[in-house]
């Protein structure tokens, strides 16, 4: 206390201003000391330090995990551990050799704010301000939410000021579940959130004559002939002349139509071939005769004509 008030009374002498002047210097700085006693400082507390008149001096400075302030006339000494009360009187000797009577006020912000900014599919993307501590729900929250008919939870996507060129990946669906608190992101000013699109899954299904009937993701710019190969092709008895698809349209009206595909292969206009959507249904339709079948009713026929003219020697 003896130190912090000659401080004081040096803070008042230097340049011989009015006396009422450092008389009110005198006072503030006996009396604010004794306010902040308790406060103390620790890494990554973020101290608001205000140099009266003097706005280039003043400002929110962080305690990085070091214990050393990021306040440039201080910026190699720890201040972990220390009051707010010598840090004022440190603050006060070196600033005293730049500006006229320094009067220096510090205090430690309890729940300071961190800008952060969120991208992607919130519903107002851009930087929030959140308390220091903040759960990435609750930035989430500042930004107005997720549009969930099209955010992908499960892969949030965080990139840390610190270091840009590593991203974090972390599973917020996953969390709802298990409330493991243990792996949430830590969160600091000028980090980057972003919300990644759910991936659409686009199927197709396939039935009728095919090998392996079913329900297959395609990509874009995949033909009718491509999404039959999917189904392993078409089976022996498929009419490639008639291929049935059927659409959906946005208005949730459903178009049919028969499609000539074997047309489009004796041609050579494989090009041409019709696109398939995702949503889509084909029918492959099977030929009511193939020349095994053929083959087998004549031969069948021709085996009960024998059969019949041999019982008929028989009973001769």
Known sequence: MHRIVSVCIYAGKLTGVLLMKSIVLF?????????????????????????????????RFNVNSNGKLDYPLIA?????????????N??????????????????????PEIQ??????????????????????????????????????????????????????????????????????????????????????????????????GLFDITEKMNLFEAIYLAGGPSEKADLSRIRRLSSTSDNKVIEEVIDLQKYIDDGNMEKLPLISSGDVIIVYSRWFDWKTLLAILNNALLFVVTIQAFAGVFK
């Open 27 to 59: 006072v503030i700085c006996l009396f604010l000391p004794v306010l902040s006693w308790a406060g103390i400082i620790k890494k990554n507390d973020v101290l608001d330090i205000q140099v009266m008149s003097h706005p280039e001096f003043s400002g």
């Open 76 to 88: 190699d000494q720890t201040v972990e551990n220390v009051s707010t009360s010598e840090l004022m």
């Open 90 to 111: 440190e603050l006060t000797f070196r600033l005293a050799s730049h500006i006229d009577n320094p009067l220096v006020l510090v205090s430690i912000i309890e729940n």
């Open 116 to 213: 952060v900014t969120v991208l992607g599919q919130v519903v107002k993307p851009g930087p929030v301000k959140v308390f220091n501590g903040a759960s990435i729900q609750e930035v989430l929250e500042a930004a107005g939410g997720a549009v969930m008919e099209k955010a992908d939870l499960s892969n949030i996507k965080i990139i840390h000021h610190k270091s840009p060129d590593l991203s974090e990946f972390f599973n917020l669906s996953q969390f709802l579940k298990d409330g493991d608190v243990s792996k949430l992101p830590v969160l600091e000013t000028n980090d980057m959130v972003i919300v990644l699109a759910q991936e659409k899954q686009s199927k197709v299904k396939v039935i009728g004559a095919v090998q392996k009937p």
